[in-house]
């Protein structure tokens, strides 16, 4: 038997099972060989493999994981060029704690972060809320909605040839969003339909290629999402709205959150930063406290 590799991009995993794509774009069902099994590498959406394709009907094999450019642990995924984090104006009421949580994961793992607020027919004004609150947060905040397509070229066009996937709350209305883009047919329904067994909303990542070279990868909704464990005093650096301040508290360094005469504080009381933002870095702050201290129980 003829011991070729060749290189490929996952597009999905399955049960052990996995979908790679590779350069002239076939497709190929692979396993993980037993050597990565062995070592806990496992092979994650995006994730760039060298593979030794099955011959005939017979599923082919995983050889190597080559080296990421970056991986997310939620969702899944590696190699990304930006996530998309998708909020609703309302229903469900927007959760921009998970916003601010896929946001500080996605900036420690270097990844762009595009935010797109839905559902804009639904609320306006909230919508109109939630951009405001993102001005200064490097995250180029659009405003859309997906079930009449408006606004979805402007961001089309900011995703062309790039690796994207869309996050964000169960029923935010990812899927539809990426019908809408790329006239797919994902399934879509939010809540009504779970209880139709077999018909559930999105449950795993699959990463599809769409036109001008791109790729888009559907999530699941997350309903609990911890960060990773970090020394809390690194937390102020994935907040962009912070930088200007950077250096001019009284203290250093700062954890901006109740220090007496620091820039970020004096900059939330004078209306440069928004309040409820910094409020929910400081929430956070607290909780990363806590879990940092406790770390080796
Ligand atoms: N009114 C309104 N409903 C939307 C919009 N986008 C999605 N929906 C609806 O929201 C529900 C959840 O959408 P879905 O795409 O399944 O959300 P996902 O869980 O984030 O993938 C569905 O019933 C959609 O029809 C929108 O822009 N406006
Ligand atoms: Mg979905
Ligand atoms: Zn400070």
Known sequence: MAETTSTGT????????????????????????????????????????????????????????????????????????????????????????????????????????????????????????????????????LKVCASTGEGLDALRERLKGKVHALAGQSGAGKSTMINALYGLELETGGLSRKIERGKNTTRHCQLIPVEGGGMVLDTPGFSLLESELFDPVALKDSWPEFIPFEGQCYFQPCYHATEPRCAVLEAVAAGKIDGQRHGRYVALLEELKLRWRDRYD
């Open 10 to 141: 996952i597009l999905q995993g399955v049960g052990g099972f996995y979908t790679a794509l590779d350069g002239e774009g076939r497709e190929y069902t692979l396993r993980a060989q037993g050597k990565l099994r062995r070592e806990r590498l496992k092979p994650k959406v995006g994730d760039r493999v060298e593979m030794m394709p099955g011959e005939g009907e017979a599923h082919g094999w995983i050889c190597r994981i080559l080296p990421r450019c970056n991986e997310l642990v939620r969702p899944p995924v590696a190699n990304i060029d930006a996530i998309v984090i998708v909020v609703a104006a309302a229903t469900p009421d927007p959760d921009l704690v998970m916003a601010d949580r896929l946001m500080l994961n996605a900036r420690r793992a270097g990844i762009s972060v595009q935010l797109v607020v839905n559902k804009c027919d639904l609320a306006p004004e909230s919508a109109d809320d939630i951009v405001r609150q993102y001005r200064g947060a490097q995250v180029q905040p």
